[in-house]
């Protein structure tokens, strides 16, 4: 009998497992894969999720509770990365999920949550956990750390925006800015000022706090640079002051006010004065794909 509940869905797979299949052959691939969805399933077992189904190199779990999800999902990509291999092949992971409403019928889900979730998986790069701002509101404070919005997109079905976020599973490898709560006479309308390609776009304020940077057409500023992600990084005020934030595969390079260059990946630089940004290269002088910045 079908029943309505609210549940978080998860869907985690393995990236780049039709180049797999192309190199080892489908007997091969299908027992590396295998090792990889029974060590997934072992730790989402841990943490009180249900496999309902498996798809090819795909899983799809519901939890009750959306910090359970969230922490499977994070340990998964924890230990995946920590150099695991499989039949001794190391393979990169993704995982996209959501909280809401959703159908129980005999074991399978079926509705928004589910559908909501196939879009956070579908947008997720490997190593990335995504899910959306309704699910980061659900969690404990703990998680809700780890997350950052980074993008907003419409779902069909949907009347609004749903914002996008990515939970930074590498807490270690996060450098979070110490920005004081504490705002001065004019700071909410301070402003960065981004130029790049005859564009020039401002960040601040309530109207645009943040601002993001890629070759996809997502991307508030389209930047064709050939190692640059489809969202590359993006740009957030926070209480007056300005933050780069890399979420990429190749990182984000800063050329800092003081002259200082700075590597970032899956890490946050406070910026300030004026100075250049480089998706997935160095900042150089001749790079066509440079974006210039100016702030407080």
């Known amino acids: 009998m079908a029943e309505n509940v609210n549940v978080s869905i998860l869907f985690a797979d393995v990236c780049g497992s039709t180049r797999l299949y192309e190199t080892l052959g489908d007997q091969r691939a299908q027992q590396v894969i295998g090792e990889c969805i029974a060590f997934m399933l072992e730790i989402i077992e841990q943490h009180g999720g249900t496999l309902v189904k498996t798809i090819g190199d795909e899983i799809m779990v519901r939890f009750d509770d959306a910090s359970q999800a969230v922490r499977a999902a994070c340990e998964i990509q924890e230990e995946n990365e920590s150099g695991r291999q499989y039949s001794g092949h190391r393979l990169a992971l993704r995982a996209g999920l959501h909280h809401g409403a959703a159908i129980l019928d005999d074991g399978d889900v079926f509705g928004d949550a589910v559908n909501v979730a196939a879009r956070m998986a579908g947008i997720a790069k490997a190593t990335q ?58 700071m909410e309308q301070a402003m960065l000022v981004l130029r790049y390609a005859g564009q020039e776009v401002r960040v601040g304020g309530r109207e645009r706090p943040v601002v993001t940077l890629g070759r996809g057409s997502q991307a508030d500023i389209v930047v064709q640079a050939p190692l640059a992600s489809r969202v590359h990084c993006r740009l957030e005020s926070r209480r007056g002051k300005f933050v780069v934030v890399d979420q990429s595969t190749n990182g984000t390079f800063v050329r800092t006010a003081d002259g200082e260059n700075v590597y970032l990946r899956r890490e946050e630089l406070l910026i300030w004065g004026s100075g250049s940004i480089a998706l997935g290269e160095d900042v150089a002088k001749g790079n066509p794909h440079l974006i210039h910045f100016t702030c407080p």
């Open 129 to 186: 956990v995504i899910t959306t701002g309704d699910t980061v509101a659900l969690l404990d404070d703990e998680l809700a750390d780890m997350a950052r919005e980074f993008d907003r997109a419409t779902i069909k079905g949907k009347a609004v925006e749903l914002r996008i976020c990515e939970i930074l599973w590498e807490a270690n490898d996060v450098t979070t800015m110490n920005v004081s709560s504490t705002v001065g006479p004019g």
